[in-house]
């Protein structure tokens, strides 16, 4: 059996307050997984640590079978982060700011520049290709970013609320994308407020509260735990973080 | 040439680039006309401020200049008030540098080193510290140069060096701060801490040339304190 995708175990962190705790989670390999949770529940906090850039307290993170932080070098090479707000440089063009990304990861510059190219034109970019990024709209930006995501071909992809602020046709563009890469056997982790996304798109679910998992599986799963019915995601996801309010205040 | 991507000249390209580009766009707008008026305008500051300073350095030259104590008392206390600029300077471009791009969270989720990053990015900032400081005193080193002998021209040296300490005493801040009020506070309160340092710059500057008035910096006071010359 391969090893999972993402494997978390008795994972926390602490800022001035206990924000994950204790918490368990695993993600098989060519899953679409929509880790969902209230405000402040811990959900980036989650993917900032398994993205290397916050250190937990206490646990562990294994990415297909390698210790993140044991060795998170070898972590990072097959994982891309795309923030919720993620950063593109004004000064470049998508062109230069790919180029600029797969050389991070060490892809040698011919062929980052035919990767680059590549993912333009995968993303109908390439009209604005030697444009600088500085006078793109929110959804171009957000597609430039995801093409920074992809150019190193990650098996694990981590997306931190990636269409907030999009308009419909670039919503549905990196949706296209992201399950295009699920379709070639990539993983994808994707935290959402839009429930309806996380209902379409994910196969497993995962209800983050208070920095602990109260509930994960198939949305058929999640309906059978509330005590079946057809409700909608956003019923399941209410009812179970209303649920869990008197275990977390009694913990 | 292609450098070999995430080494330190790799990092260094990109970072030159990154700043011409936003320092471009900052003072021309991207027009070629106020770039031609940028490269004028910086032609004539220059000349007026190689007056000013001719004008300054040239009686004290015409009266002689030798390393006595009070010379030697007068050039210290200049170089500490100038470099005390450099201090600010350094303090508030290492926390930008470190926090303004915004690109710490895609570096570092790279498996690139971020000890490269930051030295690049640290080095930066030495270089842009010298070049200020250098743009406050050349035209003064370069009159003292054409007056007196070149062998003024070793305070650009003393120049680099200062740059050089005032980066790695504000990179030393930063962490210190880093470590004890986190990453969010750092930079405000480094910003405070370089406006008090620059604060002390107005505040320590004689109203008139020292060399000219006798200023603070000739109160017997400071003498006493000074050791001999050998």
């Known amino acids: 059996m391969s090893a999972p995708a993402l494997a978390i175990a008795a994972l926390s962190k602490t800022f001035d307050r206990p924000v994950i705790q204790g918490l368990d989670l695993s993600v098989r390999a060519g899953e679409f997984y929509a880790l969902l949770g209230p405000n402040g529940a811990g959900k980036t906090t989650i993917l900032r640590m398994v993205a290397g850039l916050l250190q937990p307290d206490s646990g562990a993170i294994s990415i297909f079978g390698i210790d993140a932080r044991r060795d998170p070098v070898a972590a990072k090479r097959i994982v891309a982060w795309v923030s919720d707000e993620p950063m593109v440089y004004d000064r470049l063009t998508p062109l230069e700011y790919l180029e600029f990304v797969a050389g991070l990861w060490q892809i040698d510059a011919p062929t980052a520049r035919r990767k680059a190219h590549d993912l333009i034109n995968w993303l109908g970019l390439a009209p604005h290709a030697n444009q600088l990024c500085g006078s793109f709209s929110k959804g171009m930006l957000q597609k430039v970013a995801l093409a920074g995501a992809l150019v190193h071909d990650p098996r694990l992809i981590i997306l931190d609320e990636p269409l907030t602020g999009l308009d419909a046709g670039s919503a549905r563009q990196v949706k296209d994308v992201l399950l295009g890469k699920v379709r070639e056997g990539g993983t994808v982790i994707m935290t959402t407020h839009i429930l309806e996304v996380a209902e379409r798109m994910a196969e497993r679910i995962g209800v983050i509260s208070a920095g602990r998992l109260i509930a994960e599986g198939t949305l058929a799963e999640l309906r059978t735990r509330i005590g079946g019915g057809q409700q909608s995601l956003e019923d399941i996801f209410l009812d179970l973080v209303a649920r869990s309010a008197p275990d977390i205040a009694a913990a | ?230």
Not at chain 2, 1 to 30: C, Q
Request: a positive charge; aromatic letters at 8%.
């Open chain 2, 1 to 230: 040439m292609n450098a070999a991507p995430t080494s330190l000249v790799w990092f260094a390209r990109h970072e030159l680039k990154l700043a011409w580009r936003d320092w471009l766009a900052m003072m021309t707008g991207g027009q070629l006309a106020r770039r031609l008026v940028l490269i004028l305008f910086g032609l004539v500051a220059a000349g007026v401020f190689h007056l000013l300073a001719y004008g300054l350095v040239r009686p004290w030259v015409t009266a002689g200049i030798t390393p006595d104590k009070p010379t030697l008392v007068l050039l210290t206390g200049t170089g500490i008030l100038f470099w005390s600029v450099t201090l600010s300077q350094a303090l508030e471009s290492v926390t930008r540098v470190y926090y303004a791009r915004s690109d710490l969270d895609l570096i570092l989720s790279s498996p690139a080193s971020s000890r490269r990053l930051f030295a690049v990015r640290t080095g930066a900032v030495a270089i842009t510290t010298m070049a200020l400081s250098a743009l406050l005193v050349s035209p003064l080193i370069n009159m003292l140069a054409l007056l007196d002998g070149p062998h003024w021209l070793a305070a650009y040296g003393l120049l680099a060096a200062a740059g050089a300490m005032s980066t790695a005493i504000a990179v030393a801040i930063t962490i210190a701060l880093f470590r004890l009020v986190g990453a969010k506070r750092t930079r405000v309160i480094a910003q405070i801490v370089a406006a008090i340092i620059g604060a002390g710059f107005i505040i320590g500057i004689p109203p008139a040339p020292p060399w000219e008035t006798g200023g603070r910096l000739h109160s017997p006071h400071w003498r006493a304190l000074a050791p001999s010359p050998p």
